[in-house]
């Protein structure tokens, strides 16, 4: 049996892909989480096989949590599932450990495919994502993502600022000091030549790095 957990602050998508599964033998979601906390405590007390992880989320965000369970619980599998397919999202979170990454546009025969891939041990990204990486690599283009400059913590207070979270929030929930997040912030406007949260929300937006739905 492969126990799943759902990560998404949605709950119309967790419901969606419980639906799937549940379709599937051999499959079982043991527990759905909202928030990256939530899921890197489920982890914790229960290890799940697979965790299926949003990257956009309220609270420290599926970069974030990736990170922690992948330290804390290196026997748990991530797949990420998520709407944010551009670089450097793939590259970053198969840093930080994931064994997966699909887009929420993939098919539900591909998503169990990927999950199967993963149990079995090997990695699996979506085939047009995997493309676009070793193109990337091969031709060096040029016409990359601005945000291919970030940092993996500049990233992850990228998130977090066009969700709407203020330096103090940032700061408490990463352990961090309100001055730190603003010397993170105000460096990733340097690079990202934008004045404030508003122009870096729109160019996240423009660039495919958040869902314009989750950010309105």
Do not use: W
């Not at 956009?56 to 998520?82: F, H, Q, S, W």
């Amino acid at each position: 049996m492969i126990n799943v957990l759902l990560v998404d602050d949605h709950e119309l998508v967790r419901t969606g892909i419980r639906r799937i599964l549940d379709d599937v033998r051999g499959f079982k979601v043991v527990g759905e989480a909202k928030t990256g906390e939530e899921a890197v405590q489920f982890c914790r007390q229960h290890s799940p096989n697979i965790v299926l992880m949003d990257m956009n989320m309220p609270g420290i965000g599926g970069l974030e949590a990736t990170k922690k369970i992948c330290r804390y619980c290196p026997d748990v599998k991530i797949i990420v599932l998520t709407v944010n397919c551009e670089d450097p999202y793939p590259s970053t979170v198969m840093q930080l450990g994931a064994h997966g990454f699909l887009t929420k546009g993939a098919g539900s025969d591909e998503m169990v495919r990927a999950i199967r891939c993963v149990h079995a041990g090997q990695r699996y990204i979506a085939p047009e994502i995997a493309q676009q990486i070793a193109l990337a690599q091969v031709s060096g283009r040029t016409d990359e993502s601005p945000f291919q400059s970030l940092s993996e913590r500049e990233l992850q207070i990228m998130l977090m600022i066009t969700k709407g979270e203020k330096a103090q929030s940032i700061a408490e929930r990463l352990n961090l000091s309100s001055k730190t997040v603003n010397s993170y912030r105000y460096r990733m406007f340097e690079k990202l030549n934008v004045s404030g949260d508003v122009e870096l929300t729109h160019l996240a937006i423009r660039y495919k790095m958040i869902d314009i739905d989750v950010s309105y």
